[in-house]
């Protein structure tokens, strides 16, 4: 079967439901956390199936700390599997990220030092994830606000290696990139130049704020306001080089009225039409 | 203690860190937005999961008596729907809530609301079909309770007055509560959750459903707790709300 063809989309709100689902707009998906459809029955997954039944749907996950030092949870895949069985979602993600320890749930993408162990590990994590799976899932880069002394090894090299070593693809966070660079002191544009687009299956787009004490010194990675143009502008530079990738757009605060959200969509639908590799795709 | 370990427990306590890799970390300003994350996304998921507490207490005073709760009990897994399983039985153990008796119930109300919003899909008994049952088989049948169904009798207190008033538009908030004990039912019909009170009686008769006794003995055991309990009637209710989960037996008893 041929996969769907996505261009840009939206993070689903539950305030959105009906809107999403008569929505009408070429290549409009949608992304949800699988999380919060991990249920047994119940309107919750009727949303979502009705959502579906209209548009492609992607699970982005945030729970299953392919990081940890431990092996993802057994249930929460099998939860994860029966969930894309249902839904057969066009892609599914999760993140370069830890937030599971001894039985407990940490809701946040934490952090950890890049050594070649926790590469062997963290590709053992999604081995597994992909086996229950049945498919290949992509890895997104998470956004840094710690200097750690440890790093053995490069964030982007990690990637490429993780990717070579399980065929996972890579989801480019690119307000993620922005909010790093500033964050620990590097160039946006340079990072950005070095990764590999060839293993990109989607980028994703959302708004920062900056911390309340520290100002544009701290920037927070909280997906409560619009896109920022710093990062409209690394998102136009990298579709440039690597042509159009189904790109999605994140919202979780201070959420708008959905025609707000997809206008905010469209921009980056128009971007990726503007790209010659948009027109390539579409030939 | 693995880095993991430290760097998690730190977030709720980054006084008590001793490993040197976290101590370096926690010394950066930066590390306050991985603790500020980690208890929004505790509170945001506790405020969520018990509204009518929050709308009873404030929610300056929930966050903070939630605090209390995420640090000693973070969530067990990425479903946040589920947090909070141990949330009544803290605001029972908390000082401050004590002049507010009632609040651990209506915490377990919020529990059972977010139990039956996410409960198996299954059809519930159709009241038609058992009224063309004979009266005198009536007795010897079994109805399990659906699967989105939950009661609860609580003795003491008009839980599911204060419970309702706090959960709906709050319309019948100016009426005086009356001091006695109330009990819950909530199913889901039609994919919402909806509510019921529901008497001691009604709450003996769905639980000696539930444990698979025939309606006859359940009826007794209503009966006892209460001799002029109206068995038609709270069997009508029940069935309306969609107590009951369609059954084979029933097919069977009337072929």
């Known amino acids: 079967m041929r996969p769907p063809a996505l261009s840009a989309g939206l993070g689903l709100k539950a305030e959105h439901y009906d809107a999403a689902a008569s929505a009408q707009a070429e290549g409009l998906w949608f992304e949800v956390h699988p999380e919060n459809y991990m249920v047994a029955g119940g309107p919750r997954l009727g949303w979502l199936e009705a959502v579906r039944e209209q548009h492609p749907v992607s699970l982005h996950g945030v729970s299953l700390s392919l990081a940890g030092e431990s092996e993802p949870d057994a249930a929460h895949l099998h939860r994860l599997a029966a969930l894309a069985d249902r839904i057969r979602p066009a892609l599914i993600s999760e993140h370069l990220a830890w937030s599971g320890w001894k039985g407990h749930y940490l809701p946040d993408l934490l952090p950890f030092t890049r050594s070649t162990e926790a590469l062997h590990r963290i590709a053992a994590n999604i081995g597994r994830t ?32 993780l990717a070579r070593r399980t065929g996972c693809t890579l989801l480019l966070d690119i307000n993620n990139v922005h909010v790093s660079a500033r964050n620990l002191g590097y160039s946006a544009e340079a990072w950005l130049d070095r990764f590999p687009q060839a293993l990109v299956s989607e980028v994703h787009l959302a708004g920062h704020s900056h911390d309340p004490a520290l100002g544009e010194a701290l920037l927070i990675d909280s997906h409560d306001a619009p896109v920022a143009p710093e990062v409209w502008t690394l998102y136009h530079r990298f579709i440039a080089r690597a042509g159009a990738r189904p790109t999605l757009i994140e919202r979780d605060g201070n959420v708008p009225a959905f025609r707000e959200l997809m206008h905010e969509r469209n921009v980056a639908e128009a971007a990726l039409h503007e790209s010659a590799g948009a027109l390539e795709a579409l030939s | 203690m693995s ?28 590390f306050a937005v991985y603790r500020n994350t980690v208890m929004k996304g505790c509170l945001d998921a506790l405020e969520a999961n018990f509204p009518a507490v929050a709308r009873l207490v404030g929610s300056d005073w929930f966050r903070a008596a939630a605090a209390l709760h995420a640090a000693a009990s973070p969530p067990r897994d990425g479903r946040l729907l589920h947090y909070g399983e141990d949330f009544a039985d803290f605001l029972q153990r908390f000082e401050p809530a004590a002049d507010l008796p009632y609040l651990p119930d209506v915490a377990r109300l919020d529990a059972l609301w977010r139990e039956v919003h996410a409960a198996p899909d299954a059809a519930p008994l159709d009241a038609a079909r058992l009224s063309r049952l004979a009266p005198e088989r009536l007795a010897s049948l079994s109805l399990r309770p659906h699967p989105a169904a939950r009661w609860a009798w609580f003795a003491e207190q008009p839980i599911y007055s204060i419970w309702s008033r706090n959960r709906g538009t709050g319309h019948e908030a100016d009426e005086e509560l009356a001091w006695h004990g109330e009990g819950a039912l909530l199913t889901r019909p039609a994919d919402a959750v909806a509510w019921h009170p529901i008497d001691r009686a009604g709450c003996a008769f769905l639980d000696a459903c539930a444990s698979g006794l025939p309606l006859g003995e359940a009826a007794e055991q209503a009966l006892t707790l209460d001799a002029d309990c109206d068995l038609a009637t709270m069997l009508q209710t029940l069935l309306r709300a969609g107590a009951f989960i369609n059954t084979d037996l029933l097919t069977e008893s009337t072929s």
Do not use: C, K, M
């Open chain 1, 130 to 161: 992909q086996d229950a799976l049945g498919t290949a899932i992509a890895i997104e880069n998470p956004s840094h606000y710690l200097r750690f002394d440890g790093h053995g090894w490069d964030e982007i090299d990690f990637l490429a290696e």
């Open chain 2, 3 to 30: 880095f993991q370990a430290a760097f998690a427990q730190a977030l709720f306590d980054p006084d008590a860190a001793t490993d040197p890799a976290v101590r370096q970390l926690i010394g950066q300003p930066a």
